[in-house]
């Protein structure tokens, strides 16, 4: 059914940058449009940036400005580099298509004030 790993989450201070990157398998990336999701405790998984196939990029407001998503097509990867973090930014981080069916096992992130 594929595979999608997440990496490069971690515990950094209010202001602070992280890059996190996901590598898909291609049966997965052949999708086209990809996504980062995040999951805070006790809320329900929602995307908050989306890049498709040609790059096109779309986010939600609370990260706009401060979070850019990438894509490279020939590694089957995609990243988020996520600058100016915030407290309410704590959240396990996943990435997958806009129609997931399974999901990786996520990375945290975890913004400390």
């Known amino acids: 059914q594929g595979q999608l790993v997440e990496s490069g989450g971690g515990l950094v201070q209010v202001g602070e940058s992280l890059t996190l990157s996901c590598v898909a398998s291609a049966s997965i990336f052949s999708y086209g449009t990809m996504g980062w999701y995040r999951q805070a405790p006790g809320n329900q998984r929602d995307l908050v940036a989306w890049?498709?196939?040609?790059?096109?990029?779309n986010y939600v407001d609370s990260v706009k400005g401060r979070f850019t998503i990438s894509r490279d097509n020939a590694k089957n990867k995609i990243y988020l580099q996520m600058n100016n973090l915030k407290p309410e930014d704590t959240a396990v981080y996943y990435c997958n298509t806009l129609s997931p069916r399974f999901w990786g096992q996520g990375t945290q992130v975890t913004v400390s004030s």
């Open positions: 890049i498709t196939s040609g790059s096109l990029t």
